[in-house]
């Protein structure tokens, strides 16, 4: 009796075994491809999975209608083939159960750990009633942006000082949900210019994961970068992903250029340069500040970073590019090159510039100081700065003429005294006349006034 028994266990289980088997092969079918097309039955849904794409360490829930009361056995079968089973029982039919799955302490205390088809079966006795199935991935979908530090606005580009901000986003492929720090063991890493491998921490305050690229000002990655990154979650939650699209650029800093000209004898500002004059050139070169720039970037240009100044003079068409005067079809020349040496502080940098003889320009035009400095980062940063300084008038002179003619004595006798001062091509005359009267004139003159008035009072017609 005991062995009919079990012979007739041992083949209820496999029948179980056997229909177990084609309804697998057939929720395969029904769930890997896509040109496979059953028809819909009115039947009420004995199993169902929701959700039935989860990413592994998620959960679902198992529902479970009966078609009639009684005790049933729900088996869930992994990837792999291992089962977990929950007994359900129902006082009616159409009674509706859930059993969460996924979850290592309640339902059926198992874990979705492994990728690709859970198939989901319903079984009362040695009869499989219902079965259905959900499908585990362990993907991350990868996006990032890019921004700058101080002003986060979007950028392709930095110059040394400035900080690259670049910001990752991991999403699960099943659900779209974000992964956050929460998350048992997130994580992300991205490779940084020089080709490291760097982590992007949580930022509490914008909510997402990134981290600073700061250049110094000797900084030696810089050109092109394309971002790798990897992203992980505690479950086995993975992603990949390299930016294609147009690189993020890093290029050597602009450093800041200003120029001040003293005349070298007055120690007066130099507005314009005559031949023979000494020029005095000051010239201050500073790395150039931003809304967060990378701590000690900012400060003067000196030798302690490899600094070199120099300021040429000339005139006309300067061609930045091979550092030229004139040349070709344009007008220019050089008439000087001179080495600025250090003051010691604060970035100035001086030097003098003397010719005994200075060409004489075309109409219009001036003559023009460029200053150059570089430092000693690879590639250098380099500054430039150019000054217009205009042809001095030439000087004048001053001359006094005097001229004195005499005539008779019935002459008023003049004398003309003339200056003439010349300056920037203005001649201006002053001319002063003296003019004298003789005594016998006005003695003559005395006598001729008395006599009309007594002829006056002679002739006087009665009233």
């Keep these: 009796m005991h062995a009919d028994h079990f012979a007739k266990s041992r083949a209820a289980s496999a029948g179980r075994a056997v229909i177990r088997s084609f309804l697998v092969v057939l929720l395969s079918l029904i769930v890997l491809s896509p040109f496979v097309t059953l028809t819909a039955s009115a ?15 998620m ?10 009361s009684g005790s049933y056995t729900v088996v869930v079968q992994k990837p792999s083939g291992a089962e977990s089973s929950a007994d359900l029982t129902f006082t009616a039919g159409g009674q509706t159960q859930n059993v969460t799955y996924g979850n290592a ?23 499989v009633v219902g079965s259905t199935s959900f499908y585990a991935t362990n993907r991350l979908i990868i996006t990032m942006d890019m921004v700058t530090a101080g002003t986060c ?8 000082g400035e900080q690259f901000i670049p910001r990752f986003y991991a999403h699960y492929a099943s659900n779209d949900a974000p992964l956050t720090a929460s998350i048992k063991g997130a994580s992300i890493n991205f490779t940084t210019p020089s080709g490291q491998v760097d982590n992007a921490p949580w930022d509490s305050y914008s909510s997402l994961f990134d981290n600073a690229v700061s250049p110094n000002w000797n900084y030696t990655f810089v050109g092109s970068w394309n971002p790798e990154v990897n992203a992980s979650d505690g479950y086995g939650n993975f992603g990949t992903f390299t930016y294609t699209g147009s690189p993020f650029v890093i290029t050597p800093a602009q450093l800041s250029t200003s120029i001040v000209l003293v005349d070298t004898a007055t120690g007066h500002n130099l507005t314009s340069l005559a031949s023979g004059e000494g020029m005095t050139i000051m010239a201050t070169v500073t790395y150039p500040t931003n809304a ?52 010691g502080h604060n970035g100035t940098w001086t030097g003098q510039f003397q010719s005994a003889s200075l060409p004489t320009l075309p109409a219009g035009a001036t003559y023009e100081l460029v200053v150059s400095s570089t430092d000693g980062a690879s590639p250098a940063n380099e500054g430039f700065a150019m000054a217009q300084i205009a ?20 002459t008023v006798v003049s004398t003309a005294t003339t200056l003439t ?34 002829i006056g009072l002679v002739i006087r017609p009665p009233r």
Excluded at 432 to 454: E, N, R
């Design 59 to 68: 959960t679902t829930s198992v529902a479970v209608t009966a078609p009639a």
């Design 292 to 343: 967060e720039p990378v701590s000690g970037f900012v400060g003067p240009l000196s030798p302690a970073r490899g600094g070199a100044v120099t300021a040429e003079l000339g005139w006309g068409y300067y061609n930045s590019t091979s550092g030229t005067f004139g040349g070709g079809k344009t007008q220019g020349a050089s008439l000087g090159t001179v080495p600025l040496t250090y003051s």
């Design 391 to 410: 042809p001095a008038v030439a000087g004048g002179s001053v001359t006094q003429t005097q001229t004195v003619t005499q005539v008779s004595s019935s």
């Design 153 to 160: 606005i979007f950028v392709q580009g930095i110059s040394r």
């Design 105 to 127: 302490t309640t339902g059926f205390q198992s874990v979705i750990d492994q990728v690709g088809t859970y198939n989901v079966f319903v079984e009362q006795g040695s009869q």
């Design 421 to 454: 001062t010349v300056l920037s091509s203005t001649t201006q005359t002053v001319v002063s006349s003296v003019q004298s009267i003789p005594t016998v004139v006005y003695a003559a003159l005395a006598i001729l006034l008395i006599l009309g008035l007594i």
């Design 43 to 57: 039947q009420t849904q004995i199993v169902g999975a929701t959700p039935g794409y989860v990413n592994l360490g």
